[in-house]
């Protein structure tokens, strides 16, 4: 399997920065993307950003210009550089990545979130 351990959130003012980090362990054969999703309190988890491993990027209308999402395939760890942070952007942050076990076939995988809370 795929293990992902998210790290980064917190609580931040508004027009603040963070950067959200997330790496992937296990027996990996091949990592094809890796993504951000979040999920707000009463709301369906909606795509943030997401990358491919060929360094093709796609993000939602609401976090361009200001969010910026980087691999690097060598540490198997991908990053979400937050700025401008609006309170709309609070919620739960959730790694993603779709890859290839050694044994196995191409699958999501998920970590277990992490909280980014904007607010004065």
């Known amino acids: 399997q795929v293990q992902l351990v998210e790290s980064g959130g917190g609580l931040v003012q508004p027009g603040g920065s963070l950067r959200l980090s997330c790496a992937a362990s296990?027996?990996?054969?091949?990592?094809?993307?890796m993504g951000w999703y979040r999920q707000a309190p009463g709301k369906q988890r909606e795509l943030v950003a997401t990358?491919?491993?060929?360094?093709?990027?796609n993000y939602a209308d609401s976090v361009k210009a200001r969010f910026t999402i980087s691999i690097d395939n060598g540490k198997n760890t991908v990053y979400l550089q937050m700025n401008s942070l609006r309170p709309e952007d609070t919620a739960v942050y959730y790694c993603?990545?779709?890859?290839?076990?050694?044994?196995?076939?191409?699958?999501?995988?998920w970590g277990q979130g992490t909280q980014v809370t904007v607010s004065s």
């Open positions: 296990g027996s990996i054969f091949s990592i094809y993307a």
């Open positions: 993603n990545t779709n890859a290839r076990v050694v044994a196995g076939t191409r699958k999501d995988y």
């Open positions: 990358i491919a491993s060929s360094g093709i990027t």
